[in-house]
């Protein structure tokens, strides 16, 4: 049974707290909190301010994705704002070690995302200190795109390397994730699956998300 994490970045803004609420009292896990600067991704969304206003509207895991350059200038406003995980892009890191121990000596959970085009073989050194892998299943910067079926045999090549690692590493898939498609990533290797589009979109975002859960 897989983790389930909605993007709020599908969410309706003039009526947060409404799917607060309804994440609230689903069966959701974690809240996928996309930050979005223009530079690092061609969209920009929300910074901590506004995960601040998440944090107090729900007790349940937050999971901040930064998509966004030189993020170890804004890792503690992140965590001043209630981040749990803090995930950062491998292509936006060139000392991403420094990153990972920034973000764990901060007090979170570390995560690193990977782009469609990186090789999860580049996680070969650090694997071991990071809690999350955030797979991007879409090219980072909007919601409601399609699922890259290539990712698929990345979950595996991943899974293979945490397994013989011995580690916890959980792997996130993100983007084009649908009630169509979630079975072949859980089977691949996915721990949590972030949904924005199919979870806000739906007629019925609860029993979607239990649709997703039960999977
Ligand atoms: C994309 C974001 C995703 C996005 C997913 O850049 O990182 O979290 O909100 O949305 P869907 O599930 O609609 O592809
Ligand atoms: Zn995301």
């Not at 996680?123 to 809690?131: F, G, S, T, W």
């Not at 390397?161 to 691949?188: F, Y």
């Amino acid at each position: 049974m897989a983790f389930i994490a909605p993007s709020l970045l599908s969410a309706n803004f003039l009526d947060l707290q409404s799917d607060c609420n309804m994440l609230n009292k689903s069966e959701a896990d974690w809240f996928h909190l996309d930050v979005m600067d223009g530079r690092f991704v061609p969209n920009i969304s929300f910074g901590p301010m506004l995960i601040d206003f998440f944090r107090k509207a729900t007790t349940k895991t937050c999971d901040v994705h930064l998509m966004i350059e030189e993020p170890e200038k804004y890792a503690e406003a992140f965590k001043k704002a209630g981040a749990d995980i803090l995930t950062v892009h491998i292509e936006a890191c060139t000392h991403l070690h420094r990153n990972i121990q920034q973000i764990k000596q901060l007090g979170m959970q570390a995560g690193v995302a990977l782009n469609p085009h990186t090789s999860v073989s580049l996680l070969k050194d650090v694997l071991k200190d990071i809690d999350v892998v955030c797979l991007m299943s879409v090219n980072p910067g909007f919601g409601g795109q399609s699922f890259i079926p290539q990712t698929l045999q990345k979950i595996q090549e991943l899974k293979k390397m945490i397994v013989a690692l011995g580690a916890t590493t959980k792997i996130e898939i993100d983007g084009g994730v649908t009630l169509e498609n979630a079975p072949s990533i859980i089977a691949a290797g996915a721990d949590v699956l972030v949904a924005g589009n199919t979870v806000f979109k739906s007629a019925n975002p609860t029993a979607t998300i239990a649709a997703l859960k039960a999977l």
